[in-house]
């Protein structure tokens, strides 16, 4: 590595994380000795049953829910789509209309765009330029059509932490569900659906250090939804199809380890996390924070620097060791900037400039060093080679 | 600096991070800007023409790899060239010369073309040439 560096430095957990080896020792036996349809009823079955019960339990404990209010998916995008497809069709005589924001997932926005062909309706709240939703504006939107409102716990791209309870609260005012999809909140910030009144929840077990292919719907008791994968009468008939054990045990126990002292584990990864958006903002100059500064998620980096693209950065920090992320659309086949970075009205060409760091619990305050000593350079570089760097 | 696997070519990759004739020449005979801030990308070309030779053409660029592995390709291309020759560059050629581009990334080489010709017809406006007729 450059530098003398022994060890690559990872810095987009947003993206994906590492499946801890705790998680994966309790995930092999299911590969090869416990690999038991649970559907099936002799003892080797049983087993395999056995252990991915024990799996709901931990993630229904982990969110305070109850066991059977837990329904695992395919990973947060299916979550997204069943809570947001399924409560439109089981609504259909009552409403047509769904609330969300501007700044969801493209698992929600798409699901809801995709509604919209069949005739729904959506309205996508504005977010403030920290990429907060105002509950007023959930208010204000919601009609005597309305079947749905569903808001992000927390942004994956600019860590903005939503007022979920003021939401929720302002929902159920008018009799209406709320889902919220907490794939990102997971283990970084505390969630108990009853407290936070939440009725549809999903997550993910990737971005928590559990596998990869696994997340769940949490659906509050009675809250009508239709069904979203028809076949076996698996998870008590709801969402068909052979249980991914060795996955649900994955994030059975990826949960329970991620959401043990969040505070305790968050306070390290802010030091970090303010260590680098001081150091970046201090040391280069036309630069800006991205997001909320306190509402934020404890391991995100947002930042804008003017004159560059996203791109031409990760590369070059690619090549430093360093990975990391952007809004910029050079990204995807699209020009698009990103739609979050956008919506809190930063200009096109500053969204282009955008970087996000996402820290994990394996950083160190020496790979934040390195990153903040090799970061001015690779700006300073492409700063140099731009057309709209003035003087 | 470590070798990095990516989408790019290895020839798109040196251009990148080892870009040929980027900056500005002063008192630029042709100057050409293309591309907009809001798509991510932006192309200047500045050119000295003497006796309707190019003989230095230099370029800044905001934009991405390929933009950026674009624009360093296309001045290589064109220096030495008639105003004729390298009229006739095209994005075809630059993309060859970089040993390929992404589908999502061939608009770049599209801009670096459009960049050479804006810098061409921005010299001959100033010194009452006609259009080019290739175009």
């Known amino acids: 590595m450059a530098d003398g560096r022994s060890r690559p430095v990872y810095m987009d957990h947003a993206a994906t994380t590492p499946t801890r080896p705790e998680v994966v020792e309790e995930m092999l036996p299911c590969f090869t000795e416990r690999f038991g349809n649970p559907s099936s009823i002799y003892a080797l079955a ?4 056995v252990t991915m019960e024990r799996a709901r339990g931990r993630v229904a404990e982990a969110i305070g829910a109850r066991p059977e209010n837990i329904f695992f998916t ?8 069943w809570a947001i497809k399924g409560v439109a069709a089981a609504n259909r005589k009552k409403g047509d209309h769904i609330v969300t924001s501007s700044i969801e997932h493209h698992a929600v926005l798409h699901a809801c765009q995709a509604l919209e ?23 204000e939107a919601i009609t005597d059509k309305t079947i749905l409102v569903s808001v992000m716990a927390a942004n994956n791209e600019i860590g903005t932490i939503q007022p979920v309870a003021a939401i929720a609260k302002v929902a159920h005012d008018h009799g209406v569900p709320f889902h919220t999809d907490a794939v990102q909140a997971i283990g970084a910030v505390p969630i108990d659906v009853d407290a936070m009144g939440i009725d549809l929840l999903s997550l993910s077990a990737h971005k928590f250090y559990g596998p990869k292919g696994t997340g769940a719907l949490y659906i509050r008791k009675k809250t009508p939804i239709g069904t979203f994968m028809d076949g076996g009468a698996q998870e008590r008939g709801r969402r068909a199809g052979t249980e991914n054990v060795p996955g649900i045990v994955g994030l059975g126990k990826a949960i329970e380890l ?5 505070e305790g584990r968050n306070r390290r990864i802010v030091a970090m996390r303010d260590r680098l958006i001081r150091g970046i903002l201090e040391t280069i100059p036309d630069t800006r924070l991205n997001g909320h500064p306190v509402e934020r998620l404890a391991n995100n980096v947002n930042v804008a620097f003017r004159y560059v693209e996203g791109e031409s950065i990760l590369l070059m920090l690619d090549a430093l060791g360093i990975a990391a992320s952007t809004g910029s659309a050079c990204t995807s086949a699209s020009l698009e900037p990103s739609h979050v970075l956008t919506a809190c009205g930063l200009p096109h060409e500053e969204a282009h400039g955008s970087l996000r760091l996402t820290l994990g619990h394996r950083n160190t305050d020496d790979d934040v060093d390195y990153v903040l000593s090799v970061l001015p350079r690779v700006i300073e570089r492409l700063r140099k080679m731009s057309p709209l760097t003035p003087g | 600096m470590t070798r990095v696997i990516t989408m790019y070519s290895e020839r798109v990759m040196d251009h990148f991070t080892n870009p040929r004739n980027m900056g500005e020449i002063p008192d630029a005979d042709g100057i050409g800007e293309v591309g ?11 050119l000295r023409i003497e006796e309707n030779r ?8 905001f934009g ?22 390298a009229w006739g560059v095209t994005n075809k050629a630059v993309a060859e010369a970089l040993e390929g581009l992404p589908p999502q990334k061939l608009h770049c080489s599209v801009l670096a073309e459009e960049g050479i010709h804006k810098a061409i017809e921005d010299y001959r406006s100033r010194h009452g040439a006609p259009k080019a007729n290739g175009e």
Do not use: H, W
Request: charged share 25%; proline share 4%; with cysteine.
């Open chain 1, 46 to 49: 049983r087993e395999a049953q």
């Open chain 1, 74 to 81: 395919s990973g947060g995008t299916e979550a997204d789509n």
């Open chain 1, 117 to 139: 062909k069949q005739g729904y309706r959506v309205t996508y709240l504005p977010v403030d330029e920290f990429g907060l939703i105002d509950p007023a504006a959930v208010e």
């Open chain 1, 258 to 262: 991620a959401t043990a002292d969040i």
């Open chain 2, 36 to 46: 907009n801030p809001a798509c991510g990308d932006i192309m200047r070309i500045t």
């Open chain 2, 54 to 61: 190019i003989v230095d053409a230099k370029f800044k660029t």
């Open chain 2, 64 to 85: 991405c790899a390929a933009a950026i592995a674009s624009s360093s390709m296309v001045t290589e291309l064109i220096r030495g060239k008639t105003l004729e020759e």
